[in-house]
């Protein structure tokens, strides 16, 4: 039989991720690990507390239940995670030094960025301003003229009219049709003046803001460069922080869990005893 032929795979679809997707989900990426670190320092002050409590119930006069060295590990896991957390807590005032001066240093950027770009709009808009009360000024002049060139002309018209019905008894209607006509002919004229410097205005205008427009959004994008920079840098910082605290923390937390559940156990075991012995006396009372 003829070997079978494979039908080739089709090509892979490439699918486009759309931009707020993508921001969206390093929003919910950023939530998570503040969540995590979150738990991990609750984690630790819990242990801290937990830790303290314990020891606390192993009274010095009860070491000979205990023993010196349980009570003991005890008080070095208390005397290291306390050390610790004072670095930690240095750690991170160090770094919200650093945190806050880089928020500053965006704040005076970006308010003086958006200073510069407020006065060169308001510029931009008085410029345009100007040059349309120009326009406008140069239409009215031209308007007036001509208005005036209408006015003679009707004042021509009027006395030709006269003139034909002095003479002929009436103004004939090619005459009037006529007269119509030059006096539409000013008023189309004083229209298409103002359609063309509006027309003109519009287009001029339009092709200003375009590259006025163009300019502005890179002035902004500058801003929102700069702010993802700075966030950028922000959450470097804090990742390089935690990163610093949680190798030491770790393994304390690990060590402390450890002497805890010990500590716990013996604790439990010593109050069920007491709880025996008390329970034997009032039998024994009776």
């Not at 995590?36 to 609750?42: T, W």
């Not at 103002?194 to 502005?216: L, M, N, P, T």
């Not at 002035?219 to 460069?225: K, L, P, Y």
């Amino acid at each position: 039989p003829s070997p079978r032929r494979r039908t080739p795979s089709p090509a892979p679809h490439l699918v486009t991720i759309p931009q707020a997707s993508t921001a969206l989900a390093r929003r919910w990426l950023r939530a998570a690990q503040d969540s995590i670190q979150a738990r991990f320092r609750e984690r630790g002050k819990k242990l801290r507390d937990d830790c303290e409590e314990c020891l606390g119930e192993m009274p010095e006069e009860d070491e000979w239940f205990y023993g010196a060295d349980l009570r003991f590990e005890g008080r070095q896991v208390l005397t290291r995670g306390d050390a610790l957390r004072a670095d930690q807590l240095t750690l991170e005032a160090e770094a919200a030094v650093r945190v806050r001066r880089i928020e500053a240093d965006f704040q005076v950027f970006e308010q003086e960025k958006q200073a510069t770009i407020d006065e060169e709009r308001a510029i931009f808009e008085a410029k345009l301003q100007k040059l349309a009360d120009e326009a406008n000024r140069k239409l009215e002049l031209r308007t007036r003229e001509l208005e005036r060139t209408k006015d003679l002309r009707r004042e021509e018209c009027d006395a030709a009219e006269k003139k034909e019905r002095d003479e002929e008894g009436a103004a004939s209607s090619a005459t009037l049709a006529k007269h119509r006509d030059i006096l539409d002919s000013i008023d189309q004229e004083i229209e298409g003046a103002r359609e063309a410097v509006e027309k003109q205005r519009k287009a001029y205008e339009g092709e200003q803001r375009g590259f006025f427009d163009r300019h502005e959004s890179l002035q902004i994008q500058v801003i929102a460069d700069r702010r993802i920079s700075a966030i950028t840098n922000i959450r470097q910082i804090r990742k390089e922080t935690q990163a610093k605290i949680r190798g030491d923390e770790n393994k304390w937390q690990n060590d402390a869990a450890r002497w805890l559940s010990t500590g716990r156990r013996k604790v439990e075991l010593k109050k069920r005893e007491d709880a025996d012995m008390e329970a034997a006396k009032r039998r024994r009372g009776q």
